[in-house]
């Protein structure tokens, strides 16, 4: 029996409404930076939303990338999301534990760019749910293995090369998840070599404006005019940066809900694009 998803969010009355569903997978994705002091693998053990599963963003990476998160391989990538039991039937729901859509987004970015478009994010995440006193569960669940088919869609996906053309030639709007201080250079970046400041012409919207205080998304309205207000056209392309390709994701989350089409990760982000010797930086707002 297949399940469709009102993608790209869905609500936690409906997620409440389907958990019994055999096609019904749900992921913990969630993950921090070290200086959160969270762990996630912990905190899913002591409550998670019944039937779901836990993935460190970091196994589903390519391991031998220079750059953290960096997407892997499609046949490998699918053969890991297979192993947790999502197939190409699989209606998929992930959520993380931020209350700001911090990394949840990434595996959904990651699904999507492989081709499989019946997947989620719960809106508001774990602590939404947890506030609604709904259930929560200690079980650890699994799930047998399925196909998962990839199909990468290449458009959603930039790299150096790529990026170097976009600056150049003003083809894409880049869009910058990170804060105002690293965007500017008034704040140092978390990894050592890494230069502050931002790609030429960029735009800066912070990933966590992109969400109410509940932790759900703008309405759709609030979300075009945010994006506006940074000059940011959403009927324009756009390609999205932040560190490491985390939360650029939840920026293009809130793009696909506000109807953006022509959108795109740079997969290395800030932490590549700061590393190399040559590659042109602008720092102040």
């Given at each position: 029996?297949?399940?469709?998803l009102?993608?790209?969010?869905?609500?936690?009355?409906?997620?409440?409404?389907?958990?019994?569903?055999?096609?019904?997978?749900?992921v913990?994705?969630?993950w921090?930076?070290?200086?959160?002091?969270?762990?996630?693998?912990?905190?899913?053990?002591?409550?998670?939303?019944?039937?779901?599963?836990?993935?460190?963003?970091?196994?589903?990476?390519?391991?031998?990338?220079?750059?953290?998160?960096?997407?892997?391989?499609?046949?490998?990538?699918?053969a890991?999301?297979?192993?947790?039991?999502?197939?190409?039937?699989?209606?998929?729901?992930?959520?993380?534990?931020?209350?700001?859509?911090?990394?949840?987004?990434?595996?959904?970015?990651?699904?999507?760019?492989?081709?499989?478009?019946?997947?989620?994010?719960?809106?508001?995440?774990?602590?939404?749910?947890?506030?609604?006193?709904?259930?929560?569960?200690?079980?650890?669940?699994?799930?047998?293995?399925?196909?998962?088919?990839?199909?990468?869609?290449?458009?959603?996906?930039?790299?150096?090369?790529?990026?170097?053309?976009?600056?150049?030639?003003?083809?894409?709007?880049?869009?910058?998840?990170?804060?105002?201080?690293?965007?500017?250079?008034?704040?140092?970046?978390?990894?050592?070599?890494?230069?502050?400041?931002?790609?030429?012409?960029?735009?800066?919207?912070?990933?966590?404006?992109?969400?109410?205080?509940?932790?759900?998304?703008l309405?759709?309205?609030?979300?075009?005019?945010?994006?506006?207000?940074?000059?940011?056209?959403?009927?324009?392309?756009?390609?999205a940066?932040?560190?490491?390709?985390?939360?650029?994701?939840?920026?293009?989350?809130?793009?696909?809900?506000?109807?953006?089409?022509?959108?795109?990760?740079?997969?290395?982000?800030?932490?590549?694009?700061?590393?190399?010797?040559?590659?042109?930086?602008?720092?102040?707002?």
């Amino acid at each position: 029996m297949s399940l469709l998803l009102p993608t790209p969010l869905v609500s936690t009355d409906w997620l409440a409404q389907h958990l019994d569903h055999a096609a019904l997978r749900i992921v913990d994705a969630s993950w921090y930076l070290p200086s959160a002091g969270r762990a996630p693998r912990e905190e899913f053990a002591s409550g998670h939303i019944p039937g779901a599963v836990y993935v460190d963003l970091d196994a589903l990476a390519d391991e031998n990338a220079l750059y953290p998160h960096t997407l892997a391989a499609p046949d490998v990538l699918a053969a890991r999301l297979g192993a947790l039991g999502i197939g190409d039937d699989t209606a998929l729901v992930v959520y993380d534990g931020s209350g700001q859509n911090f990394s949840a987004p990434r595996l959904w970015w990651m699904v999507r760019t492989m081709g499989h478009a019946n997947v989620a994010v719960l809106d508001g995440g774990l602590p939404k749910w947890t506030r609604e006193e709904r259930l929560l569960s200690v079980t650890i669940t699994s799930y047998p293995a399925a196909t998962f088919t990839p199909r990468l869609d290449a458009a959603r996906w930039r790299d150096l090369e790529a990026m170097r053309a976009t600056v150049a030639n003003g083809s894409e709007q880049v869009v910058d998840a990170r804060s105002l201080g690293r965007f500017s250079a008034t704040e140092a970046e978390p990894r050592a070599g890494v230069r502050g400041g931002h790609m030429p012409g960029a735009h800066h919207v912070h990933y966590a404006t992109m969400v109410q205080s509940d932790g759900t998304m703008l309405p759709v309205e609030q979300l075009r005019q945010k994006f506006a207000d940074a000059g940011v056209d959403i009927n324009a392309p756009i390609a999205a940066s932040c560190g490491t390709g985390i939360t650029a994701c939840a920026v293009l989350l809130a793009l696909d809900v506000a109807g953006a089409t022509q959108t795109a990760l740079y997969d290395g982000s800030w932490t590549e694009w700061g590393s190399q010797p040559d590659t042109p930086v602008e720092t102040g707002a």
